[in-house]
């Protein structure tokens, strides 16, 4: 099994303050990278995704920075808002390769205190 | 559309009890997947299929069978209940791997 390592396990930032998680992949095979955000309670949802022909996506709040040769990844979270509080996963998939599997990180838990 | 939903929401059971945790969705998703979530332990694939009779094996399929006879329905059955598979259940669908969208979720306490 390819692995995804996340840290940290768990962030404590104040509102308005920068919330940075950073991931790392081995296999160079994977050419999809998401990001995940669940709420207590509910399933996780799709927040954002980059391929790793380009190094940085942003949507929003939510920026992702992607360094190929190093094999990592980030989730920068700017403004940090008490809403943001929740568990973040990053994943990574080679569905390029033919492979139907999402490899998931064990996740941050964001806590974003007023 | 509902998306992906998953029943039962919660359920206790006795070990060596056995049980299905039904999951539907009406988006016409061909993947679908079944998930396990531990406290700190990320999500572990179950089962996935990439279509209806198509059946494979993810990462921690023991104690655990699936079937998929229509595009719509995957249910996850567990033989024999151990604590171990104590966890909150997640089933997913999606019409490639790079965008996958998740039910609610399945409380199962083994006791």
């Known amino acids: 099994q390819q692995q995804v390592k996340q840290s940290p396990q768990s962030l404590i930032v104040q509102k308005g303050g920068i919330s940075i998680i950073n991931c790392a992949y081995e296999n160079t095979a994977f050419d999809y990278f998401p990001w995940y955000q669940q709420f207590p309670g509910k399933g996780p949802a799709l927040l954002i995704a980059?391929?790793?022909?380009?190094s940085e996506k942003k949507e929003g709040r939510f920026t992702i920075s992607f360094n190929k040769s190093a094999k990592q990844f980030s989730l920068h979270i700017m403004d940090s808002q008490p809403g943001d509080s929740a568990t973040y996963f990053c994943?990574?998939?080679?569905?390029?390769?033919?492979?139907?599997?999402?490899?998931f990180g064990k996740g941050t838990k964001l806590s974003v205190i007023p | 559309n509902a998306g992906v939903t998953q029943t039962p929401k919660f359920r206790i059971l006795k070990i060596g009890q056995s049980m299905t945790l039904q999951c539907t969705q009406d988006m016409n998703h061909n993947y679908m997947y079944w998930y396990r979530q531990d406290p700190g332990m990320g999500l572990k694939l179950i089962y996935y299929?990439?279509?209806?009779?198509?059946?494979d094996k993810g990462e921690v399929p023991n104690g655990y069978n699936v079937s998929r006879s229509t595009t719509e329905d995957f249910p996850l059955r567990l033989e024999l209940a151990a604590p171990s598979q104590t966890s909150v259940y997640f089933c997913a669908s999606g019409l490639s791997v790079n965008t996958i969208y998740f039910g609610e979720g399945s409380w199962l306490t083994v006791v």
């Open positions: 980059i391929r790793p022909d380009v």
């Open positions: 994943a990574a998939s080679m569905g390029g390769a033919g492979s139907y599997q999402l490899t």
């Open positions: 299929s990439v279509g209806a009779g198509i059946t």
